[in-house]
């Protein structure tokens, strides 16, 4: 069972980046898929998740508009395109995912029973 991320780098503010995270072992169909996000000498914040049950979407306030999620199940892939970058956005990323039903939990990271080994994104000039 593992999740690879992939897609970080380097990019302008207001640049765009758009991670990827493959799912092997089991199927991305019946989880619920997250991505989180943490910066040097910060907590892991939670940035988007994506429900098991309706597919619905949901972003922090600091993303919203801005980065999109995604799962393709034929794939079985799931996606963060990160547009208007900013400095702050920069961090390590992570890809995760649940087979949890408890949609209150799906902003903290304890929901998540799969992670990704994380990807850097650097927004600089």
């Known amino acids: 069972v593992q999740l690879q991320a992939s897609g970080g780098g380097l990019v302008q503010p207001g640049g765009s980046l758009r991670l990827s995270c493959a799912a092997s072992?089991?199927?991305?169909?019946?989880?619920?898929i997250g991505w989180f996000r943490q910066a040097p000498g910060k907590e892991r914040e939670w940035v988007s998740s994506?429900?098991?049950?309706?597919?619905?979407?949901y972003y922090a306030n600091s993303v919203e508009g801005r980065f999109t999620i995604s799962k393709d199940n034929a794939k079985n892939t799931m996606d963060l395109q990160m547009g208007s970058l900013k400095p702050e956005d920069t961090a390590v990323y992570y890809c995760?995912?649940?087979?949890?039903?408890?949609?209150?939990?799906?902003?903290?990271?304890?929901?998540?029973?799969?992670w990704g080994q994380g990807t850097q994104v650097t927004v600089s000039s």
């Open positions: 072992g089991f199927t991305l169909d019946y989880y619920a």
């Open positions: 994506i429900s098991s049950s309706d597919g619905s979407t």
């Open positions: 995760a995912a649940s087979n949890s039903v408890i949609l209150s939990m799906i902003r903290d990271p304890r929901f998540y029973n799969y």
